[in-house]
């Protein structure tokens, strides 16, 4: 079995949204979801942080919405 060439995270994020058929974030939609994440991370278990942002996806938030609210508990 052939091992896969290494990627960016940002071209794994763009493959695996093709995948799933929709549209990847941009640049800005990253970094606040990064930021959510620390939030989420600093403010409990590191396990909060994809957890928070699979939250985000399932609230149908939108990401600087979502990192106020994270926000509110500081």
Same mark, same amino acid.
Request: with cysteine; proline share 7%.
């Given at each position: 079995m052939a091992t896969p060439t290494p990627k960016t995270g940002r071209e794994w994020i763009d493959a695996y949204a093709e995948?799933? &058929? @929709?549209? =990847?974030?941009?640049? !800005?939609?990253?970094?606040?979801?990064?930021?959510?994440? &620390? @939030?989420? =991370?600093?403010?409990? !278990?590191r396990i909060a942080a994809p957890i928070a942002c699979w939250l985000v996806g399932r609230a149908g938030l939108d990401p600087d919405a979502a990192l106020e609210?994270?926000?509110e508990d500081d």
């Amino acid at each position: 079995m052939a091992t896969p060439t290494p990627k960016t995270g940002r071209e794994w994020i763009d493959a695996y949204a093709e995948r799933l &058929g @929709v549209e =990847a974030p941009d640049d !800005e939609t990253v970094e606040t979801l990064l930021e959510l994440a &620390g @939030v989420a =991370a600093h403010s409990s !278990e590191r396990i909060a942080a994809p957890i928070a942002c699979w939250l985000v996806g399932r609230a149908g938030l939108d990401p600087d919405a979502a990192l106020e609210k994270a926000r509110e508990d500081d």
